[in-house]
């Protein structure tokens, strides 16, 4: 089966997907799923086979089932069509593979011999210290050719000479334009808005910079703690898992320059100016500007909750941070002047992606004082947990007695209302489908990997320098009060306070 590119040239989506870590927490969770939906909207090419790898023994048939199993747990049941799924489960086969060692990888190379005219799609759906081993044991084996490409999953190291390492090992292998690292965040269907409502309106296009916009808010919050990631988690903290990848690829979205069309390098080039204009952080900055945090015990949806250092395993004597806030911005011409705050934290009241874009005000106001601070428009884009756009306008209120007291009020676009007869794709549907076609504009490149590692790295090691302990903050608020001190310095509120 064909589908039409951006460019409205066909690209098929007929290959052969080897999804090595097939039976772990992101397969079972997401993408078994993801691959199902796009069977059932009749996305994959009747011959297009999947292969499922894993270090654990699994007859065919007992594979199917887990399988299965996991579909019923993940996908609502009034998506379940059966026939799908009968195609779907007829599709996977299984080996059981130690990914350490070449000897097991001829079984790739002979499954694949009834497809080799088809590309190969490796997902890497392990740990990345494993990256290269696979993709050297895929090349010595001969299981790949000059079509395979290789999706990798991020954390893409924990630091710039680890992903280095990690890239070079990957790039021995696979040229770059063969390489998806995925950040699905860039498969929401509202990020994909974000740059059609940028670069598609005069309305905003013409907005887009300091004249206009006074400034940028991100902010991330989860609502779980480490879900028994500790091991990971404590050597990454909040900064290195989100910030380095989630948040600088919406902060680059927001702040990059149009791009010369929609082709994947002139997309990517632009984020790699942004990544490289960011404001890096000096000594004086980092307690003015930079909040780290650790959650204690709370209440988190009317249920206790233990602190970080409380849960299962913990190190007891740990600094990792569970939460981060930083005013930062972009040294360029669109963006001079304009601070971004970007927030992001576990154990929040509630789980929340959003962007606030804040206008600035009319340089005369004539309506009533009182009201001032009601006097800008706000572009409100929701990421989850519903996908949405708003734009806050200031109206009359309606009434005889009310006169030209003024109220605020969204112009709302609520994706699940606008389209209630359209399901929304979860982003690793969207990713997949890419991939199949091979189109690299949703995946992140090398040098975009690199440049947020630096900025990251520079931040991290001024921490480091000064051996302070992340401010304390109970589970089920939105931080360390230093978080609110931070943007009430420059007379303004986090967006849930207004």
């Given at each position: 089966m064909s589908q039409a590119n951006r460019s409205g040239q066909t690209a098929s989506t007929e290959i052969d997907l080897a999804l090595f870590g097939a039976l772990g927490d992101l397969a079972q969770r997401k993408l078994f799923p993801a691959l199902f939906q796009l069977e059932r909207e009749g996305l994959?090419?009747?011959?297009?086979?999947?292969?499922?790898?894993?270090?654990q023994d699994y007859e065919l048939e007992d594979f199917r089932k887990q399988i299965d199993k996991a579909l019923h747990t993940y996908v609502k049941a009034e998506e379940l069509d059966s026939e799908a799924l009968e195609r779907f489960l007829a599709r996977l086969d299984f080996r059981q593979l130690d990914f350490t060692t070449v000897d097991g990888y001829a079984a790739i190379r002979e499954w694949r011999q009834d497809g080799l005219a088809r590309p190969m799609v490796v997902y890497l759906s392990v740990a990345a210290k494993l990256y290269g081993d696979i993709c050297r044991h895929l090349d010595a084996s001969g299981s790949l050719d000059e079509q395979s490409r290789v999706v990798v999953e991020k954390p893409i190291g924990y630091d710039l000479e680890s992903s280095a390492e990690i890239n070079d090992a990957i790039g021995e292998v696979f040229p770059e334009s063969r390489v998806y690292r995925i950040d699905h965040y860039l498969g929401k269907e509202t990020v994909q808005n974000l740059i059609a409502l940028r670069f598609a309106n005069p309305l905003f296009g013409t907005q887009w910079n300091q004249n206009h916009i006074s400034h940028v808010e991100i902010s991330v919050a989860e609502q779980v703690g480490i879900e028994g990631r500790w091991g990971y988690f404590d050597e990454a903290g909040?900064?290195?898992?989100?910030?380095?990848?989630?948040?600088?690829?919406?902060v680059c979205l927001i702040a990059m320059d149009p791009p010369a069309n929609l082709d994947a390098d002139a997309i990517r080039d632009e984020k790699v100016k942004v990544l490289k204009a960011l404001k890096p952080f000096t000594d004086d900055m980092l307690g003015r500007d930079v909040v780290r945090g650790q959650y204690t015990a709370?209440?988190?949806?009317g249920k206790s909750v233990p602190g970080y250092l409380e849960e299962e395993g913990a190190n007891t004597e740990s600094h990792t941070e569970t939460f981060v806030a930083m005013k930062t911005g972009v040294s360029n011409w669109r963006w001079a002047g304009v601070p971004f705050y970007i927030r992001t934290g576990k154990r929040m009241p509630e789980k929340l992606s959003q962007i606030i874009i804040h206008f600035r005000q009319q340089p005369h106001y004539i309506f009533d004082p009182d009201q001032r601070g009601l006097a800008a428009n706000k572009l409100v884009i929701r990421l989850q947990p519903e996908e949405g756009i708003?734009?806050?306008?200031?109206t009359k209120d309606s009434g005889l007695d009310k006169g030209m007291r003024l109220r605020r009020g969204p112009l709302h676009l609520d994706f699940n209302s606008a389209f209630p007869k359209t399901r929304i794709p979860d982003a690793y549907e969207r990713l997949l489908l890419e991939v199949m076609k091979g189109q690299q504009y949703?995946?992140?490149r090398r040098d975009e990997v690199e440049h947020a590692w630096k900025w990251c790295d520079s931040l991290i090691e001024a921490w480091n320098d000064r051996a302070e302990p992340p401010r304390r903050y109970p589970a089920g608020s939105w931080g360390p009060v230093a978080s609110i001190a931070m943007i009430t310095q420059d007379g303004r509120s986090w967006y849930e306070d207004y």
């Open positions: 994959l090419d009747p011959n297009t086979r999947l292969l499922g790898l894993a270090r909040q900064l290195r898992d989100m910030v380095q990848n989630h948040l600088l690829q919406l709370g209440t988190v949806n708003a734009l806050e306008v200031l949703l995946f992140v």
